[in-house]
C-alpha cells in the first residue's frame, strides 16, 4: 500500500487531525447503530409471534426507527467529513505536483508526453485519492463492523456463527488470489489512457498541419487503434473485477444456504427463536457487505498502488536547475557577460554541442551569433540565461557564475525571446504583459511598437483585447515571434536574449525591426541569434559557430572584410536572395 505512504497524504493527514477524529466518531456511531437494528428487528418479532401487549410491540417498533435513523445521519456525517477530506487531500496534491513539474527544466519535459502528464494529474491521483480516501473509510467502517457482527452472532447462536464465518473466509481468501491480475490490468489501463490522451492533445494541436496534409482519416485511425486498446484493457480489467464479484455472490448465496439449513434445525430443537433466527438472517446480510467492500477496497488498492508508481516518476524527477545553497548579487546588474571554455552535452547526448566556447561581452554592448543550423546558437543562449545547466565556472553575469546567482533574481535579469514564441490563450495584450503584469499602457504601446506588431495590432477588430487560439494559432508565424519579442521588452531587462526570435518574417522587416529595437536599447546589453548576417551588420561584436566551436569573433565591420566564414556565409546568402528575385534566404 504503498499510496498510504504519499506524501502529500501524510502532510494532510497531519494538518487536518479534527477533521479525521470527527470522522472517526461519526463511523462507531454508525457501527453501533446499524448493528443494533437487525437485535431490534428480532425483538419486535418475537413479540409479534408470541402475542406480546401492543405497547410493547409499538416500543420496540419505535425503537427500531430511532436506531435506524441515527445510524443513517450517521453514515451522512461519516461520508461528508471523510470523503470531504479526500477531496481536499486531492486538491493539495494536484497544487504540489503542478508546481513541481513547474521546478523541472525544459530538457525534462522534452522526454515526456504532454497527454500522459494530464492523465497522471487526473485519473492516477483520481485513483490515489480514491484507494486513500473511500476505500480506507469503507475497510474501517465494514472492519468495525464486521467485529461487532460476529462478536454478536457468537452471541446469539455460536454454532451458526462458525458455519456461518466458514463460507465467508474462503471467499475472502479467494478475492485475495485475484488481486494480482487486478493491479496488473489496473495499471495497463493507466498507461493506455495516457497515451490516449497524449494522441488527442497532439492531434488538437496540430490541427493545421494534419489539415493540410490530408491525413484526417488516418489520424482517426490512429486514435481508433488505441481508443481499441483502452477498451480492451478495460475489459480485461472489468473480467479480472468480475471474477470476485462472482465470488462474492456465490459466497452469499452459500451462506443462505447453511442459515437456512442449520438456523431451521435450531428453530425447531427449541434452541432458538424465531426472533433471533430473523436478527441472524439481518446480521448475515450486513456481514456479506463487508466481504464485498473489502473485495471494492482491495480493488480500488491495486489501482492506487499502480497510479502512485507513475505519480512518484514525477516526485522522484530531479529539477535539472537547483538554487545554489551561497547565492550571490551584484552590486548593480549591468548584464555583463563572459563565458570561458565552455564545453556542454545535453542530458542523454552521446556527444557535446558545445566545445571550448569562450568570449568577452562588456556592458552595453550587442552581440550577434550566427551560424549554421545546430552549430549551438540556442544551446548557448539557453545557459547563459540558465534555462539549461552549464558547467560551473564557465558563464559569468555581472562576475558571477550564473549557477550561483539567485533563479529569481537572474531571471529579472535575463530575459529570452525564443524562436517558437509559445503564447498562451488568452488576449494579446495578457500575452504581452505575462513577463511585467504591472507595466503601464505606454510601455505597453512602446514594446508593441519596438517589436514591429503595431500595424498587426490595428487591423484586428478588438486590438490588443483579440483572443488568440491555443498557443496563438490565430496569428501568422510572424506574429507570433513578435508579440513574444514584445513581451521580452516589456520586462526590461538587463540582458536581452533574442533567439532568431525574428525568422518567420522577411529580411526587410526583420532589419526594420531591429534597427528600431536596437535604437530602444542602445546601452543596453543584448545577444541577438539570426541565421541571416544582414540582421547582425550593425552590432557591437559578432560571434560565428561551426559545430559548437567557435570560428570567428570580432566586429560585424572587421570580419565581413576579411574571407573567413561570416564573409562566406554573407556572399551565399546574398547568391540565394539575387536567384529568388531578392526574397530572403
Known amino acids: 500500500m504503498n499510496f498510504l505512504r504519499d506524501p502529500d497524504l501524510i502532510a494532510y493527514l497531519r494538518s487536518d487531525r479534527r477533521t479525521l477524529l470527527r470522522g472517526g466518531v461519526a463511523l462507531i456511531g454508525r457501527t453501533a447503530f446499524a448493528v443494533l437494528v437487525p437485535w431490534l428487528v428480532g425483538r419486535a418479532f418475537d413479540a409479534a409471534v408470541t402475542a406480546a401487549p401492543g405497547n410493547?410491540?409499538?416500543?420496540?417498533?419505535?425503537?427500531?426507527?430511532?436506531?435506524?435513523?441515527?445510524?443513517?445521519?450517521?453514515?451522512?456525517?461519516?461520508?461528508?467529513?471523510?470523503?470531504?477530506?479526500?477531496?481536499?487531500?486531492?486538491?493539495?496534491?494536484?497544487?504540489?505536483l503542478f508546481s513541481r513539474l513547474l521546478k523541472l527544466g525544459p530538457g525534462w519535459f522534452s522526454r515526456q508526453k504532454t497527454g500522459?502528464?494530464?492523465?497522471?494529474?487526473?485519473?492516477?491521483?483520481?485513483?490515489?485519492?480514491?484507494g486513500a480516501g473511500p476505500a480506507v473509510m469503507y475497510l474501517a467502517d465494514t472492519g468495525l463492523r464486521a467485529i461487532a457482527i460476529t462478536i454478536t452472532m457468537y452471541g446469539v447462536s455460536p454454532l451458526l456463527a462458525t458455519c456461518t464465518l466458514i463460507p465467508i473466509t474462503l471467499v475472502f481468501l479467494g478475492l485475495k488470489a485475484s488481486l494480482k491480475k487486478v493491479h496488473d490490468r489496473s495499471l495497463v489501463v493507466q498507461e493506455q489512457q495516457g497515451a490516449l490522451s497524449s494522441r488527442a492533445q497532439e492531434s488538437f494541436a496540430g490541427a493545421r498541419v494534419i489539415k493540410a496534409f490530408g491525413r484526417e482519416d488516418d489520424e482517426a485511425r490512429r486514435f481508433e487503434g488505441l481508443s481499441r486498446q483502452y477498451i480492451d484493457a478495460?475489459?480485461?480489467?472489468?473480467?479480472?473485477?468480475?471474477v470476485t464479484s462472482g465470488l462474492i455472490e456465490c459466497g452469499g448465496d452459500c451462506v443462505v444456504a447453511v442459515i437456512i439449513l442449520v438456523g431451521g434445525n435450531e428453530v425447531l430443537g427449541g434452541r432458538m427463536?424465531?426472533?433471533?433466527?430473523?436478527?441472524?438472517?439481518?446480521?448475515?446480510?450486513?456481514?456479506?457487505?463487508?466481504?464485498?467492500?473489502?473485495?471494492?477496497?482491495?480493488?480500488?488498492?491495486?489501482?492506487?498502488?499502480?497510479?502512485?508508481?507513475?505519480?512518484?516518476?514525477?516526485?522522484?524527477?530531479?529539477?535539472?536547475?537547483?538554487?545554489?545553497?551561497a547565492t550571490e548579487s551584484p552590486a548593480k546588474t549591468t548584464g555583463r557577460v563572459s563565458v570561458r571554455n565552455l564545453s556542454w552535452k545535453p542530458k542523454g547526448a552521446s556527444r557535446p554541442v558545445l566545445h571550448d566556447v569562450s568570449f568577452e561581452l562588456k556592458s552595453g554592448e550587442r552581440l550577434g551569433i550566427v551560424g549554421r543550423i545546430g552549430s549551438g546558437k540556442s544551446s548557448l543562449l539557453h545557459l547563459v540565461a540558465r534555462l539549461e545547466e552549464p558547467p560551473p565556472g564557465t558563464i559569468f553575469v555581472d562576475g558571477i557564475d550564473v549557477r550561483n546567482w539567485k533563479i529569481s533574481e537572474l531571471r529579472r535579469a535575463i530575459t529570452l525571446a525564443p524562436q517558437d514564441g509559445f503564447l498562451f490563450s488568452e488576449t494579446l495584450k495578457a500575452n504581452v504583459l505575462y513577463g511585467n503584469p504591472g507595466a503601464s499602457e505606454t510601455d505597453i504601446t512602446r514594446?508593441?511598437?519596438?517589436?514591429?506588431?503595431?500595424?498587426?495590432v490595428d487591423s484586428f477588430p478588438d486590438r490588443l483585447e483579440t483572443m488568440l487560439g491555443e498557443r496563438g494559432v490565430t496569428l501568422s508565424g510572424g506574429q507570433r515571434q513578435r508579440t513574444a519579442l514584445a513581451r521580452a521588452i516589456l520586462t526590461d531587462p538587463a540582458l536581452l536574449l533574442i533567439d532568431d526570435g525574428l525568422s518567420a518574417v522577411d529580411a526587410d522587416t526583420e532589419e526594420k525591426i531591429l534597427a528600431s529595437l536596437m535604437l530602444r536599447l542602445k546601452g543596453r546589453t543584448s545577444i541577438i541569434v539570426s541565421h541571416r548576417v544582414s540582421a547582425i551588420r550593425n552590432l557591437d561584436r559578432v560571434l560565428v559557430l561551426e559545430a559548437g566551436r567557435v570560428v570567428e569573433f570580432g566586429s560585424p565591420g572587421e570580419l565581413l572584410t576579411q574571407s573567413g566564414p561570416l564573409a562566406h556565409l554573407e556572399k551565399l546568402q546574398q547568391d540565394v536572395e539575387a536567384l529568388e528575385g531578392g526574397e530572403a534566404a
Open 447 to 456: 514594446a508593441v511598437d519596438d517589436a514591429g506588431l503595431t500595424e498587426a
Open 116 to 130: 500522459d502528464l494530464l492523465s497522471r494529474l487526473t485519473s492516477d491521483l483520481e485513483a490515489v485519492r480514491m
Open 56 to 96: 410493547v410491540f409499538a416500543k420496540g417498533i419505535l425503537l427500531l426507527i430511532a436506531a435506524a435513523t441515527i445510524a443513517g445521519l450517521c453514515q451522512w456525517w461519516m461520508r461528508s467529513l471523510l470523503v470531504g477530506a479526500s477531496r481536499h487531500f486531492e486538491q493539495r496534491a494536484r497544487e504540489n
Open 234 to 242: 478495460n475489459v480485461s480489467l472489468s473480467r479480472a473485477r468480475a
Open 273 to 325: 427463536t424465531l426472533g433471533s433466527l430473523v436478527a441472524f438472517l439481518g446480521y448475515v446480510e450486513m456481514l456479506v457487505w463487508p466481504v464485498i467492500a473489502i473485495g471494492w477496497v482491495m480493488s480500488l488498492w491495486q489501482r492506487a498502488k499502480a497510479s502512485e508508481g507513475r505519480l512518484q516518476e514525477i516526485r522522484q524527477a530531479t529539477p535539472e536547475i537547483v538554487e545554489s545553497t
